[in-house]
């Protein structure tokens, strides 16, 4: 039994292999033709996000379809006219094959770019040609965050943290001011500046207790669907709106499927144990996107969700608050080495920071950040400045 064990978990470590090695060789041989390298070539293409502008300059990812097919991330700078996502345009363009410093503990541009599977970068020229070919009518993950964007851009234009709930909001961090980001930065906070696994783990989990505790409350209801189940079902659909806001980033897939094995298990009733459910979760996330393994966050996510795991089991008979306040500590503490190996930085204020942020960010800002935008939906103005200036 043991030797089957091995042989087993060989197998599945071959296979993995295998897996990665197709997966990256197909990204690989979609590279752009080297003669449109360096040189103004004219291209026709779908804006694939949601563009992010400032006073200089846009940043987007373009889908090019003529005259190759590829995925290049382009800026335009000085003025340039609104853009939005799905719409085709038409560039004047100049771009360059991947690369990066790779500064001995610097940070590897090549490798993100490999990672988010971008086959050029470069710049629009100025060009009387540029133009938009065809406005997209189309109701998608973007054009609806484009909207929620423009909508809260009113209320939050005279906030100083507008930066922050925009980006706890859709996701979208281009607002965020550099002196927030060092902030967040210098107390290594920046996972609770944007929609994250925590954040989706939490309203998730807070939609299925809310309605666990309703469904308790309707005895004919009971009879019908245990009250676990449908509230998996809630939560489970909670998690993937909450997803959907923020473009579905790898990130965020990575924070659902997390959440989906969870839930499915309720939903299925598999008695699985928590290392069970963690290990699922940790073969699914590889199995559709294997170039997980260069992110950080991948690789942060699921070593606190196993520290988590692990103090979730500690001090049981003790009161929840203290067990609380121990489990953010365990984090806090246990997070320093790999942030200081991924990021050669740390902060003494660390520990102290994330014992105030996270209960902030996770029961204060997001919450209200959420309900604020869905004021500003159904267009009850008073309540959603309320929520905001809160």
């Not at 925009?166 to 920046?190: C, P, V, Y």
């Not at 309203?203 to 449908?230: D, E, H, M, T, Y």
Request: include cysteine; proline fraction near 4%; charged fraction near 15%.
């Amino acid at each position: 039994k043991r030797h089957k064990l091995l042989a087993q978990n060989i197998l599945v470590f071959l296979l993995g292999f295998v897996w990665m090695g197709v997966f990256s060789s197909k990204i690989l041989t979609n590279s752009i033709d080297p003669n449109y390298f360096n040189t103004p070539i004219k291209v026709v293409g779908k804006i694939a996000n949601l563009p992010e502008i400032s006073d200089s300059k846009a940043k987007f990812t373009l889908n090019v379809e003529q005259p190759f097919k590829g995925k290049i991330k382009l800026s335009w700078y000085a003025h340039q006219p609104q853009i939005k996502p799905d719409d085709t345009w038409q560039f004047w363009i100049k771009i360059k094959p991947n690369n990066g410093y790779q500064n001995l503990g610097g940070f590897d541009y090549e490798q993100w770019l490999f990672y988010k599977q971008i086959d050029a970068t470069g710049y629009v020229r100025k060009n009387s040609e540029n133009k938009l070919l065809k406005a997209s009518h189309a109701i998608t993950i973007n054009t609806l965050r484009q909207k929620i964007k423009k909508s809260l851009s009113g209320y939050l234009t005279d906030l100083s943290f507008a930066g922050v709930i925009n980006a706890l909001i859709i996701g979208d961090r281009s607002m965020m001011s550099q002196q927030h980001w060092d902030l967040f930065k210098a107390t290594n906070t920046t996972h609770l500046s944007v929609i994250s696994g925590l954040h989706i783990g939490l309203i998730s989990g807070f939609v299925f207790l809310l309605v666990n505790f309703l469904w308790r409350q309707c005895a004919w209801c009971l009879l019908r669907i245990p009250c676990s189940k449908i509230a998996a079902y809630f939560g489970l659909i909670s998690a993937l709106l909450y997803a959907l806001m923020a473009g579905f980033s790898v990130p965020t897939q990575r924070a659902f499927i997390m959440a989906s094995v969870v839930f499915l298990s309720l939903i299925f009733r598999r008695h699985h144990n928590t290392w069970q459910l963690y290990g699922m979760a940790l073969l699914l996330v590889l199995t559709f996107n294997p170039l997980s393994v260069f992110s950080v966050g991948f690789w942060l996510s699921f070593y606190v969700v196993a520290v988590i795991i692990y103090g979730i089991k500690q001090h049981q008979n003790k009161h929840w608050l203290l067990r609380l306040i121990y489990i953010q500590l365990l984090i806090t503490f246990a997070t320093i080495p790999l942030i200081a190996w991924f990021f050669n930085t740390g902060s003494l204020l660390s520990p102290i920071a994330n014992l105030i942020a996270i209960p902030v960010f996770s029961f204060i800002s997001t919450p209200l950040s959420l309900l604020g935008a869905v004021f500003v939906y159904f267009e009850y103005s008073y309540l959603a400045e309320l929520s905001f200036d809160i």
